[in-house]
């Protein structure tokens, strides 16, 4: 299973946000964290910058909505530009989180699903066949730099399960405090795309660090 990173531009510098998502070009997806102030207690980026970073890059951009009612704006980032789009199973009814995952591939695009750290594994399963990607998260989200919680590895295993039992073409993504130390473990339990912020924008030498976290 070859190991793909996203890293997250939250860890970037806004004021050269080109720049930054340059330095990252050996990477495979980039990561954008779309907060709302109202899912999660941080507000991070939104539509516009989603549509201004789609011409600086060709890497396919992940966009992860920590948002409420998901299904309000899917198709307008579809249309901004994402190319793959997460909704947290935790923001809306089931009906509603289908709908959105529907509106994403009549998009044409990648849909997903994500899980807070309280969210059990079988949360997926009204989803698990309608997804490309599932994302775990080893942090509560809404804030970068967080410590990873080993005791997620569980549920990333039992996730990784139900996806080789269900849709073994989906991805399973992680996504907190992701580095080289904790990267193995997530590898171990099943995760093929590792998100990581500060431990790729931190790092002297991001290729090399991007590196690392892909044979980790």
């Known amino acids: 299973m070859s190991i793909k990173i996203a890293p997250s531009i939250l860890s970037a510098d806004f004021a050269n946000l080109q720049r930054d998502i340059e330095r990252i070009a050996t990477a495979d997806y980039v990561h954008v964290d779309v907060m709302d102030g109202l899912f999660v207690p941080n507000i991070s980026i939104g539509i516009p910058v989603v549509k201004s970073i789609r011409p600086v890059t060709g890497l396919p951009l992940d966009v992860h909505l920590m948002i409420d009612r998901p299904v309000r704006y899917v ?68 804030f970068g730099g967080q410590k990873f919680m080993a005791d997620q590895m569980k549920k990333l295993g039992a996730v990784r399960g139900l996806i080789d039992t269900m849709n073994p073409q989906c991805e399973l993504e992680v996504d907190g405090g992701i580095d080289p130390d904790t990267a193995p473990a997530a590898i171990e339990a099943g995760a093929n795309v590792l998100v990581a912020g500060s431990a790729v924008y931190g790092a002297e030498n991001i290729a090399a660090r991007i590196e690392a976290l892909r044979g980790a």
């Open 75 to 142: 198709e307008q980032f579809c249309d901004a530009g994402a190319d793959i789009v997460t909704c947290h199973v935790e923001a809306d009814s089931r009906e509603n989180i289908l709908e959105a995952l529907s509106r994403i591939h009549v998009k044409g695009k990648r849909a997903g699903v994500v899980l807070k750290p309280g969210t059990s594994a079988t949360a997926v399963l009204p989803f698990i066949n309608q997804v490309e990607m599932i994302l775990v998260m080893t942090v509560e989200p809404g």
